[in-house]
């Protein structure tokens, strides 16, 4: 903001200086900053769509900030001709959407970068009296602000949705460097967003490239050779077909009594079906560590047997099992009753092109039941097709080299998302601050 808006705020709503735990070096000995209400910063834009004339509706998505309906839920969610009490939002306006998630405790604030377009008027819309503003886009993206919402929110507010009156939120204090600085640390952000959205799509290349190839390593529906094969295998022939029982084990979980959960020492990790989710988040197919772990005593107790080290292991029972979520134990483990797992048959299959063959199949197709589950008995009649073991070697070393390839970017796109959380952390003041 310029330091003309500033002298707007009152001498009540003036704030102490703030000062962030890092400056840039030609700030280092500048004054503290402002804290200054929104509403002496921002208009609010209750400007409504009148007579319809503008159709293109937009949601504000914790994950993707400001997008189009459309495009982000691939249909129309506003009923089209019904959009007359729609508000407008400009280029370059903030939108805060109240509805909370995980990803936005306190729902999102976004600035549309994407063109002119209409939301719901349960959104808040508002737009920055400077047109320098890039500094704020960045403030709103950590939990700054996110105590004071939930300070002013009612208490009756539905558990999805916080219920903020228009005069508490445009109450709500921001921090206000010099512009100087204010365009100093929203230029550094930005070129950090450019380096992270080059490496995100790195990653998505990546994966886009193995999902082509597999496509091409393995036979199609109702073939029995696959279009592309190694130069010592073309004239191998036809692939087997058989069941999944033809070339692996399948292996039940067990359940985990609530008196061990949280138990950190023992001889066996223990994995639940969450752990598989979370290691394939990580962009790594591999289970390496657990929160949980067994005793021999509760080993003996569960009548339980580890399941091996290269098992494959996914979701049973539930909506998981929509999902191609799978991964492969590298140390023995047990895994929970909402889990199964696959071993390879020696000598018919190798540990890393069962995991492919699984990864795959759709399960959901041999699932029963009002809770989708699929049992042993439909996991192990799946039908499969498979080649040589030497050939399958082939196979699975050439993706498994694209796999390192994948962890290796996505670890990185990892490290930059969390050096920009960091860097954040110490380029804002704290939220304690802003708020006194």
Not at 47 to 53: E, I, S, T, V
Not at 104 to 111: D, E, L, M, N
Not at 350 to 372: C, K, N, R, W
């Amino acid at each position: 903001m310029s330091s003309k808006t500033t002298t707007t705020a009152t001498k009540e709503d003036a704030r102490a200086a703030l000062l962030p735990r890092l400056r840039f070096p030609e700030f280092r000995g500048a004054e503290g900053w402002e804290s200054i209400p929104l509403k002496y910063l921002a208009s609010r834009s209750n400007k409504k769509n009148r007579n319809g004339a503008i159709d293109r509706v937009l949601t504000n998505s914790a994950e993707f900030g400001v997008v189009g309906q459309r495009d982000f839920f691939e249909k129309d969610i506003a009923t089209p001709g019904k959009l007359q009490g729609y508000f407008v939002v400009e280029l370059g306006s903030y939108v805060y959407n109240p509805r909370i998630s995980s990803a936005a405790p306190v729902g999102p604030i976004s600035k549309n970068n994407i063109g002119t377009g209409v939301m719901s008027p349960l959104y808040t819309v508002f737009k920055f009296k400077d047109s320098r503003n890039e500094f704020y886009e960045h403030f709103f993206k950590i939990v700054g602000w996110h105590d004071y919402m939930r300070q002013v929110s009612s208490t009756g507010a539905r558990h999805d949705r916080m219920a903020i009156s228009s005069d508490d939120f445009m109450a709500m204090p921001l921090p206000v460097p010099p512009p100087a600085e204010q365009q100093k640390i929203a230029d550094c952000l930005s070129s950090l967003d450019e380096l992270i959205a080059a490496q995100a799509r790195k990653v998505d290349a990546l994966k886009t490239h193995k999902k082509g190839l597999m496509q091409q390593l393995f036979p199609r529906e109702g073939e029995t050779q696959p279009r592309l094969r190694f130069q010592q295998f073309q004239n191998a022939g036809e692939w087997c077909e058989g069941r999944l029982v033809d070339i692996a084990t399948v292996l039940q979980g067990y359940g985990f009594p609530e008196r061990h959960q949280g138990q950190t020492k023992g001889d066996y990790p223990f994995y639940k079906v969450s752990d598989i989710s979370r290691s394939l988040a990580a962009g790594n197919i591999f289970i390496q560590d657990s929160a949980n772990y067994i005793d021999e005593s509760l080993l003996k107790e569960l009548r339980a047997k580890p399941i091996p080290a290269g098992t494959t292991i996914f979701a049973k029972i539930g909506e998981a099992i929509r999902s191609k979520k799978r991964a492969i134990t590298t140390v023995p483990s047990l895994i929970d009753n909402n889990a199964a797992g696959v071993k390879r048959v020696r000598g018919k299959a190798t540990d890393f092109f069962i995991y492919l063959l699984m990864e795959q199949i759709s399960l959901i197709d041999h699932a029963g039941g009002v809770v989708p589950a699929v049992n042993k008995s439909a996991i192990e009649d799946i039908p499969v097709k498979f080649p040589t073991l030497d050939e399958q070697e082939h196979i699975a070393s050439s993706l498994s080299s694209l796999d390192t390839l994948i962890t290796a970017a996505t670890q990185k796109l990892e490290t930059l998302e969390t050096h920009k959380i960091g860097l954040m952390q110490q380029l804002f003041p704290s939220p304690e601050a802003v708020a006194a």
